[in-house]
C-alpha cells in the first residue's frame, strides 16, 4: 500500500490503481486454479457415476442377448426375455435422467467455481476489513450482464473497489462506467462514505438512495 495524503493533509494508507491491478492479476490466477481443482473433482465423481451407469446397461444388455440365444419355445423363456427387455428399459430411462441432472449439476458447479473466484478476489482485496468486502461485492452486483471470463470478474472487482472506497478519479465522472484505465484516485477523507461525483454514478447505475444509506455508503 501507498502513503498518499488525504484532503485534511495527512498521511493514509490506500492502494492505487497500480496496485489494486496488481493484487488481483495474482489473486486471480491463484483463485481459479483452486476453483478449477475442485470444479473438476466434482465433475469426475460425477462422470463416474454415470460411467457405473452405463456399465450397469451393457451388462444387461450382454444377459438380454444371451436369453434371446436361447430356445424361445421353452417353458418361461419368453417371460425371462421380457423382464430382461423390461431392466434394459428402465436403466436406459435412468441413464437420460442422469445425463440430464448431471447437466444441471456441472452448471451449479460452474456457478459456484466462478463465485469462489470473485469472492477469494474481494477477500484478497478487502483484507480484514468486512465491510469494505461487502461493500465492493454491493457495488460488483449492480453491474448489469455476466463478465464472460475471469479478466471482465477482475476488472468489474476493479471498479467496485473504486466505488466502495470513495475514490475520486482525475477528470469528471461520466455517465459511462469507471473503467480500469482510470487516472490515479485521490483518497476521501471518509473512507466510509463515498463521494457526491461517485454518488452521481451509483444513481446512473439505477443504484437508490435508500440502497446507498443501507449500505453505509452515504
Known amino acids: ?19 489494486v491491478e496488481e493484487k488481483l492479476n495474482e489473486v486471480r490466477q491463484q483463485a481459479i486454479e483452486e476453483a478449477t481443482a475442485s470444479k473438476q473433482e466434482e465433475i469426475d ?11 450397469e446397461i451393457e451388462k444387461a444388455y450382454s444377459e438380454l442377448e444371451k436369453e434371446k440365444s436361447k430356445d424361445k419355445n421353452l417353458i418361461g423363456q419368453r417371460k425371462i426375455i421380457e423382464e430382461k427387455e423390461r431392466k434394459v428399459e428402465e436403466l436406459e430411462k435412468g ?14 458447479i460452474e456457478l459456484k467455481s466462478k463465485e469462489r ?12 476489513n468486512k465491510d469494505l468486502a461487502e461493500k ?4 460488483y452486483d449492480q453491474f448489469k450482464g455476466e463478465p464472460v471470463d475471469e479478466k471482465q470478474i477482475q476488472e468489474r472487482i476493479h471498479n467496485s473497489y473504486i466505488l466502495a472506497t470513495g475514490a ?7 455517465s459511462t462506467v469507471i ?17 457526491s461525483e461517485l454518488q452521481d454514478l451509483a444513481r ?8 446507498l444509506k443501507k449500505n453505509k455508503l452515504i
Open 1 to 19: 500500500m501507498a502513503q498518499l495524503f488525504n484532503e485534511e493533509g495527512k498521511l493514509v494508507e490506500a492502494y492505487t490503481p497500480e496496485e
Open 45 to 55: 465423481d460425477l462422470l463416474l457415476q454415470l460411467k457405473e451407469k452405463e456399465s
Open 95 to 108: 441413464l437420460a435422467e442422469m445425463k440430464s441432472l448431471m447437466e444441471q449439476k456441472i452448471n451449479e
Open 117 to 128: 473466484v470473485i469472492s477469494d478476489m474481494i477477500n484478497n482485496l478487502a483484507g480484514d
Open 136 to 139: 465492493i461485492r454491493f457495488f
Open 168 to 174: 475520486k478519479t482525475v477528470s469528471p465522472i461520466s
Open 179 to 195: 473503467s480500469s484505465a482510470v487516472g490515479m484516485p485521490q483518497i476521501n477523507t471518509n473512507k466510509e462514505k463515498i463521494s
Open 204 to 211: 446512473k447505475m439505477g443504484i437508490s438512495d435508500q440502497e
